[in-house]
């Protein structure tokens, strides 16, 4: 929101320096976003009167004049629409224009320039009648030499100022006034609004009758009639206030309404009174059927959501948005109706969401303007009405409300506002500082009695006087308290979150194993879907839609954590790394059904991938086997139902006990990786965190170590290609029996005279805890391998 | 005899001395000691000499023989030693070829500083506390004092899921879920993931934030404040100091702005600071009595503060990283610089 120094100026005394000003205000939670100086293109510039203009020696398009800025000085200029006579801004040596223009003097064609005369864009200006291209011609009443910034009343400092959503009332002139004044002790200036109404017998209610229907929405609406209304440009004054806080002037009446909105922070609104049908104004929601064409143009289908006044027959206004063509103020208008009025904020907050408009007023009514404050909009108005001698106002004003709204009093503790604080505020600072704020207070030992004006509906607690205080009174006294931390607190037992604390282990151990963490939206595409073949059989098909993306490409959640890895790979395989490891922790969200009526499930998996020469399937299958081992489970490998990995290439974990599926690993599907422009050497894994965050730490029993001699043999066999691996060790353990310790494959051989089979190769140890074996039992268990072998996988030895 | 077995010793000692190679040193030792050897051959003909002088001369040949044997061995043992050195130089290899482990990967620096900011928390007393993302409005919002059509809704642009079902934009939904689970005095954090409907060179539309929340009997601001100090410090240093600038958060009053004096030049003013010497860091502020009542605990016993830095932002200025994108783009040239 902007207002200007000289605006304020009229509130309140002040003499502080622009930047001054703005970090006070800064600092006690006002922001200042930006300090413009209306000035800052108009330095060297001033008004100049055209004496004399001849023809350039040596150019045609050019022309030579003379001009009385306080001297005579000679420029040279192209222009075509000056004469001599003409007050024009002249742009001296020096001077840096709004379009980016440095002025120096110079020469022209031979001819001697002292500068230049200037357009409106060259000054930046925007409120003006003549012709936009040429050179801004200056009104006759302009003082000759006077600086052109004090001849356009464009001499303002604007502060553009960041208003939070609890100060409704700082959304004004007066708002910030008043917070000047409790920053600096100063106080506010009595203000002149009177106005004397027309010689006659009327009344407003002889011209207009206010209904309103839904009070909740409308809790106050109060309307004033002006007559014989002259419709004209406003005065300069008027116009440089509204243009300097980024208001396009329109005509005196609707500027006026536009000036108390500004000032006071009341929007108002101004009506044609001869095309109110009915001569009555109805509050009331709109019916389903019925549309308006606005003023910016746009014709809007309305619904019984939206709040409207409305004539006998037909919606004039948005309420609190933007007016209808159908009542505006034109030219010809001879009777206005003025209205201040204050509307149910969400209302209306909902209502410019739902049409896409926001205006001035909508900015004030959605923060919140109070039912206090449109007495005093009015009158202003009339007050400006009477000023600008725009009209003649009729006796009398129709308000709707019932009850007056009253300042209200409340007593709060200071000892508890110290509490909170942590610091303490002298009595004195207390009181002028809330005074001075416009809360009339008083401190009676422990309680402090204040009267709340109504404006400030977001006082209500200690803890509400307590920002009041210590905003105005500063945070620097923070600076240097040095507590130690927490002290005022009890002692508590810190506690890490198993889901995290698990994550972190592991993110450790794929660390060790050259994987990188990535951090990857858990939004997505719904392409992502088709492209890891996902059909609708599949529970990762349904996707949780975001109803308002800012786009496509990350409109839905994710189902599963491989689409945004394999993105990454393709985003770094496209980008000139060619050999990395990668991994994420992340959720999955898993809806219970769709649309969501309920959370969806949330899951958090560790997923990880390696696109790397040396990388196989049975390295991902050691880094996943060395991730579980410290947990107390015993899991089976079966081939993975994952249809984004290779069928024949990858394993789903499934943990025994429970026969949940705990994790998946493996090459990914070849069509998949064509999906997403990634290696076919992409391997891929996932492992559901919840699950083993749920899971026991594996508890540990250490056995005796035998004292007899441990027995190491090998053995290679030949067997038929899909027997595997577990089969032959599963085989050889249960032949082993009790002397079993342990059996492993070190070599799989395979070759055209094998006749399709393959040859594997392993060794075995036993181990006896109360004897030497001899040759004989250790023959034995050998033979027994073998029948085994022989007679359950009819494998023989090679 | 006694010229012989003279002569024949310095020859020997000579050869010896001389010796550079164990494979001669073998042949000096067969040509004196071995079978046929000199010194042995003195010994066979020892039957040639007088009976008297026998003894003596046995004497003789036979300490010349334990001489010459400890000057072969000396040799051998300083031989031995040379072979090996030489075996070892010819063994030597090019220390600065490439190991052979596999290199170490490394965290994300976002999470390397929730880690960070985590074990701080837990070692204060915090008990660290995760909530869904995809969240009802109440906990994002009704609860912390923003009504529907609430002004504080614009403060920031959330993605719906339904009317009533949102993706959170901030994780001071834990807080309301913590409140209305725990009994105080309780200190819990929340760290986790943010979506709200923005993307540009700062905002990124999922982002990561690091909640936190006091309730006790005598909470005060200066508690936050220097509660806050510790954790900056520990992330950017002893010599960093903080300073609050009022704001407004519904769910907390009064409520500040918490600036941290610049890593980078320490407060005397630089180009990442935009010269002003502090940074904008986070949120904070006392828990607003009316969200402490909506969670059913009695704010005329209770107070609380409450404090939510973005996670991304400070990743970025403890590792000076020049884009907030990159940190979500996952380059491996930019992970690796993590090393």
């Known amino acids: 929101m902007k207002v200007t120094l000289k605006w304020l100026k009229d509130f309140i005394d002040i003499d502080l320096t622009p930047e001054e000003l703005a970090n006070k205000l800064t600092n006690s939670g006002n922001e200042v976003e930006e300090i413009i100086y209306q000035d800052r293109f108009l330095k060297h510039v001033v008004v100049g009167k055209i004496l004399d203009i001849q023809k350039h020696p040596n150019a045609d398009k050019l022309v030579v004049c003379k001009v009385d800025i306080g001297e005579i000085i000679q420029i040279v200029t192209a222009a075509k629409n000056i004469k001599v006579g003409d007050k024009v801004p002249v742009s001296l040596p020096g001077a840096d224009l709004a379009n980016g223009i440095h002025i120096e003097k110079s020469k022209l064609r031979g001819v001697e320039s002292n500068g230049m005369f200037c357009s409106i864009e060259e000054l930046g200006v925007t409120d003006y009648d003549g012709d936009a291209n040429g050179i801004m011609i200056l009104d006759d009443d302009a003082v000759i030499g006077e600086d052109i910034a004090k001849a356009l009343l464009m001499d303002d400092v604007i502060f553009d100022i960041n208003v939070t959503a609890n100060r409704p009332d700082c959304m004004s002139v007066i708002g910030i006034a008043h917070e000047i004044s409790a920053l600096t002790g100063k106080p506010l200036k009595k203000q002149d609004l009177s106005y004397e109404t027309c010689d006659c017998d009327e009344d407003v209610s002889n011209y207009i009758n206010v209904v309103v229907k839904d009070e909740k929405l409308c809790p106050r609406y109060i309307a004033c009639a002006v007559k014989d209304v002259k419709i004209e440009k406003s005065p300069r004054w008027l116009r440089a206030r509204l243009v300097s806080v980024g208001i396009k002037p329109i005509n005196n009446i609707v500027d006026i309404t536009n000036y108390v909105l500004v000032e006071y922070g009341q929007p108002m609104h101004a009506f044609d009174y001869d095309y109110i049908d009915g001569k009555q104004i109805i509050v009331r929601s709109a019916t389903d059927s019925e549309k308006i064409l606005t003023l910016n143009h746009n014709t809007y289908d309305l619904d019984n959501s939206m709040l409207c006044i409305c004539d006998k027959n037909k919606p004039i206004v948005i309420a609190g948005i933007i007016g209808g063509m159908n009542s505006c103020v034109e030219p010809t208008t001879k009777t206005t109706i003025l209205e201040s009025a204050c509307f149910d904020r969400a209302s209306i907050r909902r209502t410019s969401r739902k049409i896409g408009v926001r205006t001035d007023s909508t900015a004030r009514f959605e923060k919140g303007v109070d039912c206090s404050l449109q007495p005093l909009g009015m009158k202003r108005a009339l007050n400006l009405v009477y000023k600008l001698n725009a009209g003649k106002i009729i006796k009398g004003e129709i308000d709707t409300i019932k009850e007056i709204p009253k300042d209200k009093t409340f007593k709060f503790s200071l000892s508890k506002i110290f509490k909170l604080l942590g610091v303490t505020i002298p009595n004195n600072d207390v009181l002028n500082i809330l005074n001075n704020l416009g809360i009339k207070s008083s401190i009676k030992e422990d309680d402090l009695e204040c009267l709340v004006p109504y404006y400030r509906q977001d006082i209500e607690c200690d803890a509400d006087i307590a920002e009041e205080l210590i905003r105005i009174y500063g945070y620097e006294v923070y600076d240097n308290i040095d507590a130690k931390p927490l002290s005022g607190t009890s002692v508590t037992i810190g506690k890490h979150d198993s889901v995290l604390y698990l994550a972190r282990s592991l993110k450790q151990q794929l660390c060790s194993y050259g994987f990188y963490e990535t951090v990857n939206f858990s939004i997505c595409s719904v392409n992502d879907r088709d492209k890891l073949l996902i059909d609708e059989t599949n529970h990762l098909y349904n996707m949780i839609k975001i109803a308002n993306p800012i786009s496509e490409d990350i409109g839905y959640l994710r189902t599963t954590m491989a689409n945004s890895m394999f993105n990454t790979v393709a985003y770094n395989l496209s980008h000139k790394n060619d050999e990395f490891r990668l991994f994420e922790v992340g959720r999955v969200y898993l809806p219970k059904q769709l649309p969501l009526t309920e959370l969806p499930d949330e899951i958090n998996i560790l997923s990880f991938c390696s696109v790397c020469k040396r990388d196989d399937f049975f390295v991902f299958k050691g880094v996943v086997e060395n991730l579980l081992r410290d947990f107390d489970i015993s899991y089976d490998l079966v081939y993975s139902s994952k249809c984004y990995l290779h069928k024949g290439i990858s394993a789903d974990i499934i943990d025994k006990k429970t026969g949940k599926c705990i994790g998946s690993f493996g090459k990914v599907h070849p069509k998949v990786a064509e999906n997403f422009d990634i290696s076919p050497n992409t391997y891929y894994g996932e492992l559901n965190l919840d699950f083993l965050s749920s899971c026991q730490e594996k508890k540990h029993s250490v056995q005796p170590i035998s004292k007899y001699p441990y027995v190491d043999r090998d053995l290679a066999i030949v067997c038929d290609e899909d027997v595997t691996v577990k089969q032959i060790l599963d085989c050889v353990k249960k032949s082993c029996g009790k002397l079993y310790y342990s059996a492993k494959v070190f070599d799989i051989y395979r070759s055209s005279e094998l006749n399709n089979k393959k040859s594997v190769a392993f060794s075995f140890r036993l181990e006896s805890k109360d004897k030497t074996l001899t040759d004989d039992e250790i023959n034995q268990v050998v033979h027994k391998i073998l029948k085994d072998l022989e007679f359950k996988l009819k494998a023989v030895l090679r | ?339």
């Open chain 2, 1 to 339: 005899m006694l010229e012989q077995v003279q002569s024949l010793l310095s020859q020997a000692k000579k050869q010896i001395e001389e010796c550079q190679d164990l494979k001669v040193l073998n042949d000096i030792r067969v040509e004196y000691l071995g079978k046929q050897g000199k010194i042995t051959n003195l010994l066979h003909s020892m039957k040639d000499i007088d009976k008297e002088e026998r003894p003596k001369a046995g004497q003789l040949i036979n300490s010349a023989r334990q001489e010459i044997e400890g000057l072969i061995k000396d040799v051998q043992i300083k031989l031995n030693e040379k072979v090996l050195e030489e075996k070892m130089a010819n063994e030597k290899v090019d220390i600065s070829e490439p190991s052979k482990v596999i290199e170490k990967g490394e965290i994300h620096p976002l999470h390397k500083v929730f880690d960070k900011l985590i074990d701080a928390c837990v070692s204060m007393g915090f008990t660290v506390l995760t909530g869904p993302e995809v969240e009802y409005d109440y906990y994002n919002f009704e609860a912390l004092n923003v009504p529907k059509d609430h002004p504080a809704r614009d403060m920031q642009d959330t993605f719906f899921i339904t009317d009533n079902i949102l993706m959170r934009s901030q994780t001071s939904s834990v807080q309301v879920r913590a409140m209305q689970s725990m009994k105080p005095p309780f200190k819990i954090v929340s760290p986790g993931r943010t979506y709200r409907a923005d993307s540009d060179a700062t905002h990124s539309p999922v982002f990561h934030q690091f909640e936190g929340l006091v309730v006790d009997k005598n909470v005060s601001m200066v508690d936050l404040k220097s509660m806050l100090t510790q954790l900056l410090k520990m992330l950017f240093g002893e010599n960093t100091k903080i300073r609050f600038r009022p704001s407004y958060f519904p769910f907390t009053e009064p409520s500040v702005e918490v600036d941290a004096t610049c890593p980078s030049c320490g407060g005397k003013g630089c180009r990442l600071c935009k010269n002003t010497g502090y940074m904008e860091l986070l949120g904070a502020g006392m828990v607003n009595p009316k969200v402490l009542e909506m969670s059913g605990i009695d704010s005329n016993q209770y107070t609380g503060f409450a404090f939510g830095p973005g996670v991304d932002r400070l990743a970025m200025v403890v590792n000076k990283i020049p884009d907030l994108r990159m940190m979500f783009e996952n380059d491996m040239k930019f992970l690796e610089q993590m090393k």
